[in-house]
Structure formats: C-alpha cells, structure tokens
C-alpha cells in the first residue's frame, strides 16, 4: 500500500522496542524540583512559602501573564526550598523544591470538576492554561496561545500529530492506543474552543494498531478522520506533516492558521481531554525511556520534576551507556546534568551505547561533496553549502543568501552525512550568533 507523504527525508532504523510495553507508573523521588520557567515565556510566581505542607494536584505557582501557565504540585509533601536550581542547559533557574511524604500515594488529592459541555469556547482556552498545559511533543510553547490564533485568521482544520517519527520514541504511540477515547474527548473540546469544523489524525504506517484504536474511538462521527502516512523521518514536523497530508507550505517565519490549520502533537490533546474536565493540572507526563544502556526500557509515567539521574537508576544505569540524550537520537540534545529534573517538554531520554553511536555516525571527516544531504533536506534548503559557509563562521550570509531560518533543526542532514560532519550543530550555533547579533 502507498501512504501519502513529502518528498526527500530519510528512514533511520527505528528501533522502536518499546512500542508494545504498556506504560507503568513511576515512584516519586526524595526530592521534586519543579522549574519555574522550563520553556519559553515568562516563569511563574511561587504561592507557597518554604515550611509548607502541600497536596497533590494543589497550584503552588500562578502565571504571570499570557505567556505563562501555573505550576502543580505532583505530589502530597513539604516545600524545602524556594530558589534556583539546574536546567537542562546548565543555567540556574527559578524553581520550587518539594519533598514527598513517606508513603504518599498516587491519588489527586486537588481538583475542581467542570462541566465542559457549558464551557464557552474563551472558557476552554483559559481553562487549558489553568491546568498549565505546554504542548507535550516537545516543543512546550503554551498551548492556550496556539489554540488562540492572531485575529483575522481563520481556522478550519485540527491535525493532530501522532506521527512520532524519532527512532527510539514510542509514548505518543502508547497514549493513542491507551488513551484513545482522551484524543476523542480533547479534539471535541480543541474544534469548540477554536471553531474548526474537521479534525484530522496523522499517524505514520509503523502504528497500524493506533490507526484501527483511534477509528474505534471515533465511530461514525463526520467531523473526524484518521491519516496513514508513510513510515519516514522528519514526518512529524509541522512543515512535513502538512506538505503530505495537504500538499500545502506553511509560509516562510508563517503559522499553521496562516492555511487555516491547528496543529497539535496527540498526546497533548489526550492529557486536555483526561485533565480538563476533572480541573486537574498537568502533573506528570509519559516518558520513553530506551536504548542499550539502560536495563528496563519502557514507557513510564512519570512525576514533573523527577532528577533524571533518579529515573536512570530506578531503569537501571548500566555500564553500556555512553550518552544519554534527552528526546530522540534525530532532534535530541546531549545532557550533561542529569540532576536536571523532567519537565512537561521531555518526550524521552535515550541512553546509547557505544555501538549505538556508531550506528548513529559520529566520526568527523571532510565533505567529499556527494550531496546526500541536499537529497535529504525535506525543506530542500543546501546542508552542505551551508555547512561551508559555517565553517567560515559567514553566519550572516547562511541565513541572507541561504534561509538558514528555514532550518528547523531535523538533523536529516547530519544523519545522512557520509563524512559525519555535524551540520544541524553547526546550524543551530549560526542561529544563536546571528540572534544575539541581532539584539
Ligand atoms: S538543513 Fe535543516 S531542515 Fe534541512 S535536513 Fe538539515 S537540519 Fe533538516
Ligand atoms: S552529505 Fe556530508 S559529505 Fe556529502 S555533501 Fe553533504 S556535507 Fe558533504
């Protein structure tokens, strides 16, 4: 069978060894470090003093404007400290540190039930902001903003993203067939709140069981349907996903609504329809844990503000592991804290192992100019023209002459590179030069 998709791209191995373990919930930590601001936008202001006790589900955060969504505690304990602690990035950043109780359980102990069928749609927007929902596929931007397109935008068709074309990556696969009738219940909600008459559900060819569990949930109801497209990376980007399910561009530094789209990754829209209509805020997430230098690979739900140092020994740490990268191995960073705690952006963390990296490619060579990687590019921008270019440090002439904005970051690239020059480094390094020039 031909499923529809966009030209170029590449198909890395998949190794997608957890997509038939269900997901298990985790234990809490000894301590919790709930950042403040873990994505773009502003950082929200604590409500709690340090001594407090506090109930799970309880807001211990609240937002500081549009840009910006509350934080909950994920756990019944005590607030230890109020102050900074490590990013991801190794920078410090305001945060809250929670202790649990011995023997807390995993029960809400904090919510506020609504009847959404009375919620106007300004109503379902603000409520998604209440219970701090970012988007979950990775990106973390608010999703109360993106489900507010600018006005004189008119929106007429929800995608839902549930292609998750990173090897390794399997929690948005695990949520469709677990939580089927989430997806149902938030798109309802999503179409109400932003008007749009269909919803359309994108999953790549690799989830045929996603796609019979999701026709299931749907039934006979006209507004929905549910997309096969062809197993291949970068098939869950914006760009990629609308070019095959539309044969439409999103424009250049444009938005989803400047076509008339919504596009949200699946798992956030499940988490809206579980969450929304209990008034509960977003306090754990599922997380897939994989690769050789782990020993229980799995998908795990598991408490915001767990350190990943915590989550790897309860997995098993073993001594195979080389690197550990935080979401899939294509678009994925390297992390170098792993006291950094979890928060509602990490879709996965990877442990490879030596031959896992070669497999990957790692060894640095010069361009025999082959061109594989302009028979990549999805966006068919040249890697390697620009790779040169980068390697001059011409940052400004990459994005003037050559849309170096356009990148948005797949790694094809780098992946496909013969001589393995890491080109999506180079380009993300230009992007930060050229920012910082700019301001
Ligand atoms: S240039 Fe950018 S968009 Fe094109 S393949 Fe490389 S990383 Fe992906
Ligand atoms: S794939 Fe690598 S070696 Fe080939 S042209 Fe591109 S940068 Fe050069």
Redesign the pocket.
């Known amino acids: 069978m031909v499923f529809r998709t966009f030209s170029h791209g590449i198909h890395p191995p998949e190794a997608k060894h957890t997509a038939t373990l269900p997901i298990q919930r985790f234990p809490f930590p000894p301590n919790l470090v709930m950042l403040l601001a873990p994505n773009i936008g502003k950082a929200s202001r604590p409500i709690v003093r340090e001594g407090q006790e506090v109930l799970r589900g309880q807001k211990i955060a609240e937002v500081q404007g549009m840009m910006s969504v509350p934080v909950h505690a994920p756990t019944t304990g005590v607030v230890t400290r109020i102050g900074e602690s490590l990013n991801m990035d190794g920078v410090m950043a305001p945060a809250i540190i929670l202790q649990p109780y011995p023997g807390s359980d995993q029960s809400i102990q904090v919510e506020t039930p609504v009847d959404v069928d009375s919620l106007t749609p300004a109503q379902i927007i603000q409520g998604i902001q209440e219970i701090g929902m970012v988007g979950l596929g990775g990106a973390a931007f608010h999703t109360h903003v993106k489900y507010s397109p600018p006005s004189g935008k008119k929106v007429h068709t929800l995608v839902l993203n549930g292609c998750e074309c990173e090897p390794y990556m399997t929690a948005d696969h695990r949520v469709m067939l677990e939580q089927a009738q989430d997806v149902v219940t938030g798109s309802r909600l999503i179409a109400k709140a932003t008007g749009v008459e269909k919803i359309v559900i994108a999953v790549e060819s690799n989830k045929m069981d996603a796609v019979e569990t999701l026709k299931k949930a749907i039934g006979n109801d006209p507004k929905f349907s549910v997309e096969t497209l062809q197993t291949k990376y970068p098939q869950g980007a914006e760009k990629m996903i609308t070019r095959a399910l539309f044969g439409m561009d999103i424009p250049t530094r444009g938005l989803p609504a400047d076509i008339g789209l919504i596009i949200s990754n699946v798992t956030t829209v499940a988490e809206i329809g579980r969450l929304l209509p209990k008034g509960r805020g977003v306090i754990e997430r599922v997380i897939t844990l994989a690769g050789e230098g782990i020993d229980r690979p799995g998908n795990y739900l598991i408490p915001i503000g767990t350190p990943l140092n915590f989550m790897l020994d309860e997995v098993g740490f073993n001594d195979k592991a080389r690197q550990v990268v935080l979401g899939g191995p294509m678009m994925g960073k390297g992390v170098a804290f792993l006291e950094t705690p979890v928060t509602k952006g990490i879709t996965g963390i990877i442990v490879l192992s030596e031959r896992e990296m070669r497999q990957l490619g790692h060894r640095v060579q010069p361009?025999?100019?082959?061109?594989?990687?302009?028979r990549a590019c999805p966006i068919h921008l040249n890697?390697?023209k620009l790779?040169r270019l980068a390697q001059k440090e011409r940052y400004e002439d990459m994005a003037a002459e050559f849309n170096l904005g356009d990148c948005f970051e797949c790694g094809s690239?780098s992946y496909?590179?013969?001589?393995h020059?890491p080109?999506v480094h180079l380009f993300r390094v230009a992007k930060k030069v050229n920012r910082a020039r700019s301001n």
């Open positions: 361009c025999i100019q082959c061109g594989e990687c302009v890697p390697s790779g690239c496909v590179c013969p001589s020059i080109l």
